[in-house]
Structures are given as structure tokens and as C-alpha cells.
């Protein structure tokens, strides 16, 4: 199984940019999929995770970033709008089935201010 994500970049302060993570080798769909990011010097967090009934935010980013999916889930995306300086950082997405999880290799994204 291998999920590669894909949509970072730079960007100034205020702009948008859409990540998307897709799945392959995979006959399965996730139960849940998600955005995590590591800011450097900094722990791994969650941003935003989404399975079939709902969807999660960390806090910092409620109101600017939209996260979906395919209905296979099987394909994650991460709308980011109002960029701000802190959410740089490298954005890994992520699947969980049946108490496994599985790791996209990350992408970067630098907002400059």
C-alpha cells in the first residue's frame, strides 16, 4: 500500500494551495483519512482528518482549510485558503483501516509572510 501525496509549494501570505493524496495497491477503502503536519523543531499534528459521517479540524485551522474525499476512500484532499506563515511545515496524509495506519512520504509547504 502507498500513498502519495502531492500539491505543496510556496506561497505568500493569504493564498491557497490543494494537496491531494492518493492510494495505491489498495483493494480496500480507508475508514478514515487524514492531514497531519510537522513544523520544524516541532511534534507531528493533526490538521484534519475525515471518514464517511464527518470530518475534524484542528483548531488553528477551522474556517480556512476543507478537507475531502473520494467516495471510495481511497483519495484524500486538503483545500487551504488564508494561508498564514505558521502552517508551514511538511504535510503527510494518512489512512486507518482496521488498526493499521499508513503514511504518505510528505509534502512541503512554505507560506511566506
Known amino acids: 500500500v502507498q500513498l502519495q501525496a502531492s500539491g505543496g509549494g510556496l506561497v505568500q501570505t493569504g493564498g491557497s494551495l490543494r494537496l491531494s493524496c492518493g492510494a495505491s495497491?489498495?483493494?480496500?477503502?480507508?475508514?478514515?483519512l487524514g492531514w497531519y503536519r510537522q513544523a520544524p523543531g516541532k511534534q507531528r499534528e493533526l490538521v484534519a482528518r475525515?471518514?464517511?459521517?464527518?470530518?475534524d479540524y484542528a483548531d488553528s485551522v477551522k474556517g480556512r482549510f476543507t478537507i475531502s474525499r473520494d467516495n471510495a476512500m481511497h483519495t484524500v484532499y486538503l483545500q487551504m485558503s488564508s494561508l498564514k506563515p505558521e502552517d508551514t511545515g511538511v504535510y503527510y496524509c494518512n489512512g486507518d483501516r482496521l488498526g493499521v495506519s499508513y503514511w504518505g512520504q510528505g509534502t512541503q509547504v512554505t507560506v511566506s509572510s
Open positions: 495497491g489498495i483493494t480496500f477503502g480507508f475508514n478514515r
Open positions: 475525515i471518514s464517511r459521517d464527518r470530518s
